[in-house]
């Protein structure tokens, strides 16, 4: 049978919201106090989901350790405590919470013991971002 | 035009578990299992989240009558998970391990008979407020 886990982590991170692309005028109108020139920080909350056939032998969909070692290499090893705009990844991007939603789900996509369904990214507790198969659940 | 809507409701059982497969050798089962593979057992405070899909009734506004689902829960359920130990006490896991996949799996198969009004969409499980597992009855 087929079932989803899912599993929440945390990691600590700075930003600014800035596109090159754009006037001084016009990223203030759009980031607002996003864009103030020396960045702010976030406490993101990860919720990874996988999915897959409960096997008989462990009842497990996949084994939390396996998950949470690609989780802690891949995305917390590498965000938390970072300043976002000086990643590679987000030369050119604007490091939105989208946009690293997205990334965080290319990063973990190779995961070859369950099927990644989907990520759940919290920039705070008033807003997240959700970004998975085209017919994921919520 | 009906609607169909989707009604959850939570609830809370405490109980313990010991995750053994009597197939491995102990080495396997403490490689596989780790600290949840403790002889003695360990336990947790496990959230429930039932979701009900339905047809909103036009006299009443209710999908269903929430005091039916939460007896329903009650009787099916809670009665037989809530502070008792899941491996010896609870007739499924005999011979499965009460992992949080499989106690999800086993929730939906005693409530989706019991429901009179609405189908079952989903069972939630919460282990920890880090971990959780969803069921949707799908093979």
Known sequence: MKAYLTRRYQFSASH?????????????ATYGKCNNPYGH?????LEVTVSGQVDGQTGMVCNLIDLDGLVQREVIERYDHSNLNCL??????????????????????????AHLEKIKLEETMMNSFEYGDSDVRH | MKKTVYLTRKAEFSASHVYHNPAFSPEQNRAVFG??????GHGHNYVLEVTVKGEVDPRTGFVLDLKQLKDVLHQEVLEAFDHRHLNLEVPEFKNLIPTTENIAIATWKRLAPKLKVGSLHRV???????????FYGEE
Not at chain 1, 41 to 45: D, Q, T
Request: glycine share 4%; with cysteine.
């Open chain 2, 124 to 134: 939630r499980v919460y282990e920890t407020p880090d971990l959780f597992v969803d």
């Open chain 1, 88 to 113: 590679p990844e987000f030369s050119g991007k604007v490091p939105t919470t989208e946009n690293l939603c997205v990334q965080i789900y290319q990063q973990l996509q190779e995961f070859p013991l």
């Open chain 2, 35 to 40: 600290k949840c593979n403790n002889p003695n």
């Open chain 1, 41 to 45: 920080g976030h406490n993101y909350a």
């Open chain 1, 16 to 28: 600014r919201l800035h596109n090159e692309s754009m006037t001084e005028a016009e990223n203030r």
